[in-house]
């Protein structure tokens, strides 16, 4: 006789089933885990959460220790920490084909849409798009002061105005500044101060700033101020000046009041480190101080320049901007704004002519609500006057075209404007390898240079993820890594290089940092990657991860998620080639190295950072999932969903020779009940038997025993956990031979599994047979434990003896035999230590 002893090896499917597989491999291994060595145990069920949505919840970030869910377009927040959602105000979609990405950093929550980067800074504030608007146009005259002012005759002075504001959790952001413009006092003119009129970004509110510098006056009026200004002042705007849309600004202060440097000075940062806002991106992730934005877009713009204004008719010539609509401006004797005319001027200097004019086509721009673009005046010192830039307003928003009304305005601009068509048009920077970095801990401020272009230009980004050490950048072309120390500035130290363009993602939405390294799904299964190995740790089930990947939508659908205090790596995947969501989670448990899988319909996962409890989005219900982890004794973590339903009628049955209740009850769920099933009303509660179905939402339950406190009413049912185990052919020790397979044993390390079946197959008889339910009964109480060390009516956990069964005849004589283990009782946890055969060999012809 032999005793063959099988532990827990985890879910194999790669290797030859007879003499490759270790000893306690698995063909299956649904809804269990394999957390310490040699064990299989019952995984912890998943409860509703909270109220419910609207829509199955598609995304779940965290944000101050609170949960965030994307539903339907709607983000919402859990108020308080118990699933009372409330919405943010605003509608937000994903950028096209991928999954919504966010992260935390300076206390403020990000994420990524269709339209660019968003951020919120406090729960209750709705979220806004992340950075500071751009400084746009200023105008500023001379102001008589009656020969007192601080602008002496005969000088020049620039400006520039930036805006700014200070968040809820104390971050100021100031955005770009405006481009300079320069006033003359003229050699025959007087002493006087300067008035400024600027428009205002439309994104401003009450409560933010703006803030004027200028620069010290120059030696004449023909000789240039440079382009070094100082603070004059700080201004915070009112109601009044973001109703208007514009600002006023009298300049009454002489240079004893100038104060810090513009930070874009060549003597500071440089324009070239204009806190320009984050583009649209598909990936985001922070490292050593920096934000990282991949696979990026800028905005559309088209770049154009007046050269002349001598041949235009006023109130006829002009130009028409089209984008989803067509607005047209017109060249006028006065601005108009309402009108959408700008003033032509026709003063003796050419050049202050066209300056002047494209500076006003630039405010009517700017200052008109329904405009798709802003407008920039970009000459400066050493550049022809009348260069305009054109750029669009939103992100992701479509291009735009100019056209004009005749012949005779197309030819003043250069290039020239058509008169019909769509020939001159903008264009946006689509860079699928472009990798943006934010300024040292300014998430929202990202120069333009600020910008590194990784591997080909046509293989796009699929992701990221930040390390220790290295920001790991996954490609369509392989692995990149960006390494180095920053420089607690604009981050020009760091450096990027090619690890291995074998390691090519799969699924971009499956990547997570886990243990120190990133796992992820590639075109070699889920690899653990570091800047110096990659390691395949999926190859025991690589047949069954192939079957998945036929799915057409597994890119976008499969998921990752990390669960760092169960050193645990979910992978969500769809199921059948036919899924439109995630029906499955392999689980991989980086200590054990053992691979299991759960069953269940789920969007999307996240374990929360306080409380290390695994949250899920239900795929088909408009629900929130919570892992059950309360390590109860009464076994409450071992059941999924409790869901109400309403008993319609109450009368008994005979089952098993006993009389039991039996309940009619309307369920709507998208599970039907089945064998195993919880139900329970007020303090009572019993185990479903046998399901008939009478409706689609209507089912008669036999359940395991009869309770006369069971009525009519409101009550719930409780989804068990259907857990399966098929361990890996038995052959003890060679297929070919003949031999007798006569005991099945299964060690249990405790007596909480009270419904249990073992199954058998053979290489012989290819019918599956199951046993009978096997049930334990619980020791507890007096006389269960030894005396002495618990209290009388003690629910000491006692030992239980095995799970023992006959091989049934049929399936006793074989080359192979196959054994399966199932329970889907609710409440029933279980830890199975080994499965044992008892076999000898001998002689059969027949077999």
């Known amino acids: 006789m032999q005793t063959i002893v099988k532990t827990f090896k985890g879910l194999y499917s790669q290797y030859n089933p007879i003499t490759l597989t270790p000893n306690g491999a698995c063909f299956a291994a649904d809804d269990v885990v394999g957390d310490r060595e ?35 377009t709607t983000l919402k927040y859990d108020s308080d920490n118990l699933g009372t959602w409330s919405a943010w105000a605003g509608s937000f979609t994903p950028p096209s084909g991928w999954a919504m990405r966010s992260l935390e950093a300076n206390n403020n929550f990000y994420f990524t849409t269709d339209v ?25 005259v001379l102001l008589a002061a009656g020969g007192v002012g601080w602008f002496i005759k005969d000088g020049q002075v620039g400006y520039r105005i930036l805006f700014g504001t200070t968040d809820a959790n104390d971050n100021e952001h100031v955005g770009t500044p405006s481009f300079r413009v320069v006033l003359t006092n003229p050699a025959i003119g007087t002493n006087d101060n300067v008035t400024l009129t600027l428009t205002l970004h439309p994104e401003l509110k009450t409560g933010d700033f703006y803030e004027v510098y200028r620069t010290p006056m120059s030696a004449g009026e023909n000789v240039d101020p440079a382009d070094e200004p100082k603070l004059i002042k700080r201004v915070v705007l009112t109601g009044t000046d973001i109703t208007n849309g514009y600002a006023t600004f009298t300049d009454t202060y002489d240079e004893t009041y100038f104060g810090t440097r513009l930070y874009t000075n060549s003597s500071q940062e440089g324009i070239s480190q204009a ?62 704004q309402s009108a959408r005319k700008f003033k032509r001027f026709t003063d003796p200097l050419v050049s202050e002519n066209i300056e002047h004019t494209a500076m006003s086509l630039c405010k009517i721009i700017n200052r008109d609500l329904s405009a798709e673009v802003f407008a920039f005046y970009i000459s400066g010192l050493d550049d022809p006057p009348g ?40 264009s946006d920077w689509i860079m699928k390898n472009g990798l943006s970095r934010s300024k040292f801990e300014m998430p929202e401020a990202v120069p333009d240079d600020n910008f590194d272009r990784v591997g080909k230009d046509n293989a796009q980004i699929l992701g990221l993820v930040a390390l220790t050490e290295s920001l790991l950048i996954f490609k369509e072309d392989g692995l990149f890594r960006l390494s180095g120390e920053t420089d607690g500035a604009s981050g020009s130290e760091f450096s990027v290089d090619e690890v291995d363009p074998t390691v090519i993602i799969q699924g971009p939405q499956t990547l997570v940092a886990l243990n120190s390294l990133a796992y992820g799904y590639t075109t070699q299964g889920v690899t653990k990657n570091d800047p110096n190995t990659r390691n395949i740790v999926s190859r025991p089930l690589e047949p069954d991860l192939k079957k998945v990947e036929l799915n057409a939508n597994f890119k976008t659908l499969a998921r990752g998620c990390a669960y760092e205090s169960y050193r645990k790596y979910l992978l969500l995947t769809p199921l059948a080639t036919t899924d439109t969501y995630c029906t499955a989670i392999w689980v991989y448990d980086y200590m054990t190295e053992c691979w299991t899988r759960w069953l269940k319909p789920v969007n999307c996962a996240l ?46 049955t005979t089952f098993e020779q006993e009389t039991v209740s039996r309940i009619t009850v309307t369920f709507n769920w998208s599970e039907t009940p089945d064998l195993g099933w919880l139900f329970e009303q007020s303090y009572f509660s ?25 009525v009519t009413g409101a009550a ?43 199954g058998f197959l053979s290489d012989k008889q290819k019918v599956k047979v199951w046993s009978r339910a096997i049930v334990i009964t619980r020791k ?63 002689t059969d012809s027949k077999i």
């Open 38 to 72: 040699g064990v299989i145990s019952r995984r912890r069920g998943l409860n509703l959460y909270g109220n419910a949505l609207s829509n199955p919840p598609s995304a779940i970030f965290e944000f101050q220790k609170k949960l965030i869910v994307l539903d339907g």
């Open 116 to 140: 660019g980067v968003g951020k919120n800074d406090a729960f209750t504030n709705d979220p806004i798009r992340a950075g500071m608007g751009e400084g746009l146009d200023v105008q500023v």
């Open 275 to 336: 806190n320009d806002r984050p583009p649209m991106c598909t990936s985001i992730a922070t490292f050593k101080g920096h934000t990282f934005f991949a696979n990026t877009t800028e905005p559309h713009q088209l770049e154009v320049q007046l050269i002349s204004v001598a041949t235009l008719v006023d109130n006829t010539s002009s130009i028409t901007i089209t984008g989803t609509s067509a607005l047209t401006y017109t060249f006028s004797t006065a601005e108009n």
């Open 387 to 426: 260069k305009l830039l054109l750029k669009k307003r939103d992100l992701n928003s479509g291009a735009f075209h100019l056209t004009c009304n005749n012949a005779t305005t197309s030819v003043v601009f250069m290039p020239v404007i058509p008169t019909s068509g769509s020939t001159l048009i903008s």
């Open 607 to 652: 374990v929360k950072s306080d409380t290390n409890v695994l949250y899920m989005g239900h795929a088909v219900e408009p629900y929130v999932l919570k892992e059950r982890k309360s390590y109860s004794t009464s076994n409450v973590d071992f059941v999924d969903e409790t869901v109400t339903c309403t008993v319609t009628a109450v009368d008994t």
């Open 686 to 710: 019993a185990k479903v038997r046998v399901v008939e179905e009478l409706t689609a939402t209507s089912f008669r339950l036999t359940l395991n025993k009869y309770n006369s406190h069971f």
């Open 716 to 758: 719930t049912l409780s989804v068990s956990i259907p857990s399966y185990i098929e361990w890996a052919d038995e052959t003890a020790g060679n297929a070919t031979t003949s031999k007798q397979f006569t005991k099945c044993f299964i060690y249990m390390e405790n007596d909480y599994a009270t419904q249990n079946y073992i």
């Open 780 to 842: 507890r109480g007096w006389g269960s434990s030894p005396w002495g060390p618990s209290p009388w009516g003690d629910d000491y956990e006692s030992g239980s003896t095995p799970l023992k069964i006959n091989v049934p005849r049929s399936h006793q004589r074989c080359r192979t035999l196959k054994i399966f283990y199932k329970n889907q009782e609710a409440k029933d946890a279980f830890d199975i230590l080994q499965m044992s055969l008892v076999a000898r060999a001998y």
